[in-house]
């Protein structure tokens, strides 16, 4: 593109006092062809990219054409200035007659209008302009090639503003599926968007009843994220939605299930208040919510819920394996064989498939039992919700594998930890050894030309000390050797520790980090003993020098000494 017609779409400019007009230029492009950048952009691009809103009525008004004319990506001047939040660059764009209604229903490389990326940037004056161009907004508002609808995108960003324009203008309550099936609500909720999911309840209650492709509706996901207005208002509105299931034919839960597997008390009372009886559900594996609790280890949840009556009939409950809620119990913990010994429902000696009662569990702690498949994918999704991909994933495991992987996992976390702090201290000395440096090199000058100078006459005294019988200047000699002779020990540790590698042995590593870690601790003593005695010698130093002027040496003695007030106050300020 010309230089000149770039800055003048840049800056405003129509560069009518130039060597040419603008609309000689865009005559000549009308005959020769568009100019434009290397994304493609026209001159009318570059002036919505820099908000010009003049020059692009001037551009419009004497080439239309460009109005509709795309770049690189398929984006045309509206997509820009809606991108950017360039309302009055909108208007201008939108003033031109009968050709509006096209140009708001143009999509670009992904499929995005100008409205999508108008919620997308969150500029709700260019929403409110463009939804009311929206004839027919079933189809004036379609999904982009993710399938997200700028309804989807207003849910799952909780651009609530955003959203209720848009509802407005839909009157039918319509949707298109989004991601992986998934409704505006669905997002809403999973996004814990508040606001936004009651509104669109309200505005279709029937959408919490559509499933996504994993088979979960929407009170699934607000039942998961602990949402209980939302949940009160759906199942306010039909109480049969807490017995649908989630999941597909042959491997599903409920709603109570999945409340027992966050261990979410409040929950589980806000689902009785509604369904007093869904407490009886089972899942596709034939277990409770003390199995599906006891499964994602929460003991407490269950010693809270089995204060109330009607779980004492779920204790001895056996699923498709045999095995109660007092099974899983006896196999969960070490504390768990008194809570087994001293519970009446531990005397029935209820046997598993493997003929095994909890008390036999509980003493030989070698049991083994397939785990629920759907509780035992909520291990891995707890914080992925929030990901556009998120699944609820099934698999089969035994207790004795969780456990092993567990161990497993904490000793690989261990080893991780270890390496990273092995890195971290490798990297602090490496700054430390040229401190520990530096002190060696000043304290060697420092002691080669000492305070006060030598005698240098022909008296018996020469080459010695001038200020050797004062008390300071013997302080300041031994401080000076004890700084040299710590900062020489601390240069050593942290040589012998850059020249040890680490062998590949996990167990030899382990015993190497904290010998390392030791020689950490102790250069760093060493290095802090050596800065204390630099501070000394250079205070006993100027004193000696000038004990003449009393006044002068005790005000520059306590001036020196403020460092170790600094370095008390900070260790006291981290430790706090």
């Not at 020769?32 to 990219?49: C, D, E, S």
């Not at 030598?454 to 200047?473: E, V």
């Not at 460092?563 to 260790?571: A, D, K």
Request: one cysteine or more; glycine letters at 6%; aromatic letters at 10%.
């Amino acid at each position: 593109m010309d230089p000149r017609m770039y800055n003048a779409a840049k800056t405003g400019s129509t560069m009518e006092d130039g060597d040419f007009s603008l609309v000689d230029y865009l005559k000549r492009e009308e005959e020769n062809g568009y100019q434009v950048t290397p994304k493609g952009n026209t001159i009318l691009h570059v002036a919505a990219l820099f908000g010009q809103r003049g020059f692009v009525g001037k551009v419009l008004k004497i080439t239309p054409v460009l109005l509709c004319y795309k770049n690189k990506k398929n984006e045309t001047a509206l997509h820009i200035a809606a991108n950017l939040g360039r309302s009055e660059v909108v208007s201008e764009l939108l003033s031109l007659g009968g050709e509006e209604t096209i140009l708001v229903r143009m999509t670009d490389d992904i499929g995005d209008t100008a409205l999508h990326k108008a919620v997308r940037g969150g500029h709700i004056d260019i929403v409110r302009m463009l939804v009311k161009l929206l004839l027919d907004p079933e189809h004036d508002l379609p999904a982009n090639k993710a399938g997200e609808t700028p309804l989807y995108l207003a849910a799952e960003s909780g651009f609530h503003d955003a959203l209720i324009e848009i509802l407005n203008v839909c009157k039918e309550p319509t949707y298109v599926a989004g991601p992986s099936n998934r409704t505006p609500l669905h997002a809403a909720v999973i996004q814990e968007h508040t606001e936004c999911a009651r509104s669109l309840w309200q505005w279709n209650k029937p959408l919490c009843e559509a499933s996504d492709k994993w088979g979960w509706n929407s009170l699934h996901y607000a039942v998961k994220q602990g949402l209980k207005e939302i949940v009160s208002d759906m199942l306010g509105w039909k109480k049969s939605l807490a017995y649908l299931p989630a999941g597909s034919e042959n491997d599903w839960t409920t709603t109570f299930h999945i409340a027992a597997s966050e261990g979410d008390i409040f929950m589980i009372i806000e689902l009785l208040n509604h369904c007093p009886d869904c407490w009886e559900m089972l899942n596709s594996n034939g277990q409770n919510a003390l199995h599906v609790a006891l499964l994602n280890g929460h003991e407490m949840f269950v010693m809270v819920l089995l204060e109330w009556e009607f779980c004492n009939s779920l204790v001895d409950e056996a699923d498709n394996e045999g095995n109660t809620p007092l099974h899983l119990l006896a196999a969960s913990g070490n504390r768990v064989p008194r809570m087994i010994l001293y519970h009446p429902i531990a005397k029935k000696m209820t046997f598993n498939k493997q003929n095994q009662t909890p008390l036999d569990i509980a003493l030989s702690r070698t049991w083994t039992i397939k785990k629920e498949k759907l509780v035992g994918d909520l291990y891995s999704i707890n914080g992925l919700l929030g990901q556009r991909d998120f699944k609820v994933k099934r698999k089969t495991e035994t207790i004795g594998n969780i456990q092993q992987m567990r161990r497993k996992g904490d000793d690989d976390d261990k080893a991780k930890r270890d390496k990273i702090e092995i890195e971290k201290i490798m990297k602090a000395a490496e700054i430390q050894v040229v401190v520990a440096t530096l002190l060696m090199t000043v304290t060697f000058a420092a002691g080669f030309t000492l305070p006060g100078g030598l005698y240098s006459d022909d008296s018996p005294n020469k080459g010695m000390a001038i200020l050797l019988r004062k008390a300071a200047f013997r302080a300041f000699v031994i401080s000076d050797v004890l700084a040299f002779a710590f900062s020489a020990g601390a240069i050593f540790i942290y040589f012998f520790m850059a020249n040890c590698d680490v062998a590949e042995d996990e167990e030899y590593e382990r015993d190497w980090f904290k010998v390392l870690k030791s020689y950490y601790i102790i250069a760093g003593i060493l290095q802090g003993l050596a800065m204390g005695a630099v501070v000394i010698a250079f205070v006993t130093g100027m004193y000696a020098t000038l004990a003449n002027s009393l006044d002068l040496a005790v005000s520059v003695c306590v001036i020196g000494c403020v460092s170790f007030l600094m370095y008390f106050w900070i260790i006291f300020w981290v430790e706090s």
